[in-house]
């Protein structure tokens, strides 16, 4: 049996509002839809963890810098509930536009230091649009607990900021990444790719790895990524927006992994932006 979906705000806070009378526990699980293993891992961490959980499903227009991307990003709502079904979630909240930024919306919530390397780089304004987003969904739904994956580990790191930051009362869990077979880490854009393109995106997780290997040997990130990006132009990869080794506190560029650290990548394949991301202990 699918959960109920609700699309307005002032019906979340009841189900909010009845729950909190009951004394139970809530949970969220912030997504833009297009469910996969991945997803529905947080959901089961979602689940063990907490009374009630609440999937929020928000293609969210401020974090996309390109219109195509957002023009292109996989719609499936019928699908997610089918998914999500098996999980016994007690509400999907897929709110309309309105409900998250009504007219005349104009406030933008910002997180400094974190957001102007990586994607943040690239992407400007993204995670402007996350961040805003993100409390939103803290706002609307209440929630005790949030749930993330590492695969989007920088957004992770700001949001952890921004409740900090801000005093939100709520708890961010993080998740480990999900990989296909392959190794690819599972993305709602691997929609969008050929059946070759899968085996090629496939071959990005045994670089990272092979790069951490000779990093736990002292060896300096800088020769090791300029070999590593020659690999993946050979792998068929296009543009790369970045191959970083970076602090997993701060997200500081390293060159070698003084501190707990995170290899870093985001590359172009077949006209998806895929990333990635593994840690790397300190030597």
């Not at 536009?97 to 007219?103: A, L, M, T």
Request: proline share 6%; net charge negative.
């Amino acid at each position: 049996m699918t959960a109920p979906i609700y699309r307005k705000l002032a019906d979340m806070r009841a189900l909010n509002a009845g729950w909190r009378r009951a004394g139970e526990t809530i949970a969220v699980v912030p997504t833009m839809g297009a469910l996969h293993a991945g997803h529905l891992s947080l959901v089961q961490a979602a689940k063990a963890a907490c009374d009630r959980v609440v999937v929020w499903i928000f293609v969210n227009p401020k974090q996309f810098n390109n219109p195509d991307d957002l023009r292109t990003y996989p719609r499936t709502e019928h699908d997610d509930a089918v998914k999500l079904a098996p999980y016994g979630v007690d509400a999907i909240y897929v709110p309309d536009v309105d409900q998250v930024y009504p007219d005349g919306f104009s406030t933008t919530v910002s997180v400094s230091g974190l957001t102007d390397v990586l994607c943040g780089a690239s992407r400007p304004g993204h995670f402007d649009g996350v961040a805003t987003v993100v409390s939103k969904i803290f706002l609307q739904t209440g929630a005790d607990q949030a749930f993330f994956g590492e695969k989007d580990f920088q957004q992770l790191q700001v949001v952890r900021r921004l409740v900090r930051d801000l005093d939100i009362p709520i708890t961010v869990t993080a998740c480990p990444t999900v990989r296909e077979v392959s190794g690819l880490a599972m993305s709602s854009r691997n929609l969008r790719l050929s059946e070759q393109g899968l085996v090629n995106a496939a071959k990005l997780y045994p670089i990272l790895q092979d790069i951490a290997v000779e990093l736990a040997q002292d060896t300096r990130f800088a020769p090791l990524a300029e070999r590593a990006r020659l690999r993946l132009a050979e792998a068929g990869f296009g543009q790369i927006d970045y191959l970083d080794l970076r602090a997993e506190d701060d997200l500081g560029a390293l060159d070698h992994p003084s501190r707990a650290a995170r290899l870093f990548a985001a590359a172009h394949l077949e006209g998806v932006r895929l990333i990635d991301n593994i840690p790397v202990p300190a030597v």
